[in-house]
C-alpha cells in the first residue's frame, strides 16, 4: 500500500461560505473555527487513525525555558512541536542547544520575529501588539522562519500565530508566504494562566486526532507542571505522538 496522501492527513478548521460549501470547493470537512475580538483562531485537528494520535505543539513566547516539560519529552522521548520566536532563541541559547540535541524530540516551527499577532486592527489584545498592516504581517512571519533556519538548517513548515488569532485576511496572506497555520484543537493551559491539576486534566482527556497547545516558556507558573503530569499520563496510556510534520 502507498503512502497516504499528506493532504488527507490532516484538517485544519476554520469559517466556510456556505457559497463554497454549496459550490463543492472544498474536499475536506471543515468545522468554524473560533472566532475572538473579530480574529480567528484557527482550529486544527489530525485525520483518524484508527487509535489514539496526539500532535503535541508548546509555544515558545518571550520568556524562558521549561524542564519540567522538557525533561518529560526527553525521558519519554515524546515528540514535540515547539513554536519559538526570534526573540526567545536569542534569549535562551543554552535551552535552545538543549532542544537541537534532541532532534528525535524536539521539532522547531516560526512562532514570529518578534511575538507581534498578524493582525490589521491596531489594538492590542492581551498585552500583544498587533501587526497592523500585510507588511508588518510578513516581515514577523518571514524574520520568524529565518531566525529558526539559522538556528537549524532547515526552514520552518509551520507558523503560529502570537496568541493564536489571525485576522481573517490574514490567514491565506501568510498562507501566500508558503507557510501552514498552526492551528490546535485542545488548549491545555490558556496562556500558561491554569492551576496544575486543571492543565493535567486537559491534557489527559486528549482524543484521537487532537492537536494539543501549551507553553514551555514559563518555568516560574504552575501550568508547566501541569503539562509535565499531562504528558506523563497520556504516554502511560499508550498514546501515540507525532509531530505536525510527520503527520500533515
Not at 48 to 68: H, I, K, N, Q, Y
Request: charged share 20%.
Amino acid at each position: 500500500m502507498g503512502a497516504p496522501n499528506s493532504a488527507l492527513m490532516c484538517l485544519i478548521c476554520r469559517p466556510v461560505s456556505r457559497r463554497a460549501f454549496c459550490a463543492g470547493a472544498l474536499t475536506l470537512p471543515l468545522l468554524p473555527g473560533h472566532t475572538r475580538y473579530g480574529l480567528e483562531e484557527p482550529v486544527l485537528r489530525l485525520a483518524p487513525s484508527g487509535g489514539r494520535r496526539v500532535a503535541v505543539t508548546l509555544d515558545c513566547c518571550p520568556g524562558r525555558f521549561d524542564m519540567r516539560i522538557a525533561s518529560v519529552l526527553i525521558a519519554r522521548k515524546i515528540p514535540a512541536t515547539i513554536f519559538v520566536t526570534a526573540i526567545w532563541m536569542r534569549e535562551n541559547p543554552e535551552a535552545l542547544a538543549l532542544m537541537l540535541d534532541h532532534p528525535d524530540c524536539f521539532t522547531l516551527e516560526n512562532h514570529g520575529a518578534n511575538h507581534v499577532m498578524p493582525a490589521l486592527d491596531t489594538t492590542p489584545i492581551w498585552g500583544l501588539q498587533p501587526a497592523g498592516s500585510y507588511d508588518a504581517i510578513r516581515a514577523e512571519v518571514e524574520n520568524g522562519a529565518d531566525a529558526v533556519e539559522k538556528a537549524t538548517g532547515r526552514r520552518p513548515v509551520w507558523y503560529r500565530a502570537a496568541g493564536g488569532l489571525y485576522s481573517p485576511q490574514a490567514i491565506p496572506f501568510i498562507e501566500g508566504l508558503g507557510f501552514k497555520i498552526g492551528g490546535y484543537s485542545l488548549n491545555a493551559d490558556a496562556g500558561a494562566s491554569l492551576p496544575a491539576a486543571m492543565v493535567a486534566r486537559r491534557l489527559e482527556a486528549a482524543q484521537d486526532g487532537d492537536v494539543t497547545e501549551g507553553h514551555i516558556n514559563q518555568p516560574k507558573r504552575a501550568a508547566g507542571a501541569g503539562i509535565a503530569a499531562g504528558l506523563a499520563r497520556l504516554a502511560d496510556q499508550g498514546v501515540q505522538f507525532t509531530t505536525l510534520d510527520a503527520a500533515c
